[in-house]
């Protein structure tokens, strides 16, 4: 099945770190462009980083930048989602996908054509 399996995901205290996974599974991460997006109760699903594997050109929307960082471990088909600074607005399910292009639009990250998503993994951010 080709699907990506998420993980890393747990409760952290306001201004900690997380670091979610993102494996591969069925397919490498050649020439792909990867996702993450998250989706809280009550709000719209939200692109929080993209990274072009060819390149490693990475994407921010205004909310994450400068606190999340996104890399990719090609050997291991893995992306990584470093969250540093954690906020209690950062609270959601985490899904990374393929995607067939990315773009920074305004202070948002918009995500296209995604595709082979996982179950997710939820990020709680509270003392």
């Known amino acids: 099945q080709v699907q990506f399996v998420e993980s890393g995901g747990g409760l952290v205290q306001p201004g900690g770190s997380l670091r979610l996974s993102c494996t591969a599974s069925?397919?490498?991460?050649?020439?792909?462009?990867i996702g993450w997006f998250r989706k809280a109760p009550g709000r719209e699903r939200e692109g929080v980083s993209c990274?072009?594997?060819?390149?490693?050109?990475?994407y921010y929307p205004d909310s994450v930048k400068g606190r999340f960082t996104v890399s990719i471990d090609n050997l291991e088909d893995t992306v990584y989602l470093q969250m540093n600074s954690l906020k209690s607005e950062d609270t959601a399910v985490y899904y990374c996908?393929?995607?067939?292009?990315?773009?920074?639009?305004?202070?948002?990250?918009?995500?296209?054509?995604?595709?082979?998503w996982g179950e997710g993994t939820l990020v709680t951010v509270s003392s």
């Open positions: 996908a393929t995607v067939s292009a990315c773009k920074v639009i305004g202070r948002s990250l918009v995500l296209y054509g995604m595709d082979h």
């Open positions: 069925g397919f490498t991460l050649d020439y792909v462009t």
């Open positions: 990274i072009e594997s060819a390149s490693l050109s990475t």
